[in-house]
Nanobody
Framework: QVQLVETGGGSVQSGGSLRLSCTAS????????MGWFRQPPEKEREFVAG????????IYADNVKGRFTVSRDNAKRTVYLDMNSLEAEDRADYFCAAVDGPLSRGIFRTGRMDYWGKGTLVSISS
């Protein structure tokens, strides 16, 4: 069983930056590809970014590509999401998730993950 805890959410001005962290406990961290998802108010949850077990490969949703960067530190059992040029549309609850196996765009696109964190809220002020 893997437990995921997100930190780093908060309020930031439009155009600003924020770093989210997700620390895992339990299980073998390097077995899991890791990802970030978000759920804007009154909308469905959507894929944001994913990183492979080694950290060498990443995938992104089109609407964050070039602004967000996902990375991981396996020694710290932590995955990060660096968000830059934040816009009002980025306001959402952000969730960390883990899936056992290699990085798969198909799995991440459909959100078929094995474990989820409880989320952290990102608010954008103008």
């Amino acid at each position: 069983q893997v437990q995921l805890v997100e930190t780093g959410g908060g309020s930031v001005q439009s155009g600003g930056s924020l770093r989210l962290s997700c620390t895992a406990s339990g299980g073998f961290f390097t077995r899991y590809s890791m990802g970030w998802f978000r759920q804007p108010p009154e909308k469905e949850r959507e894929f944001v970014a994913g990183v492979s077990r080694s950290g060498g490969d990443t995938i992104y949703a089109d609407n964050v590509k070039g602004r967000f960067t996902v990375s991981r530190d396996n020694a710290k059992r932590t995955v990060y999401l660096d968000m830059n040029s934040l816009e009002a549309e980025d306001r959402a609850d952000y969730f960390c998730a883990a899936v056992d196996g290699p990085l798969s765009r198909g799995i991440f696109r459909t959100g078929r993950m094995d474990y989820w964190g409880k989320g952290t809220l990102v608010s954008i002020s103008s």
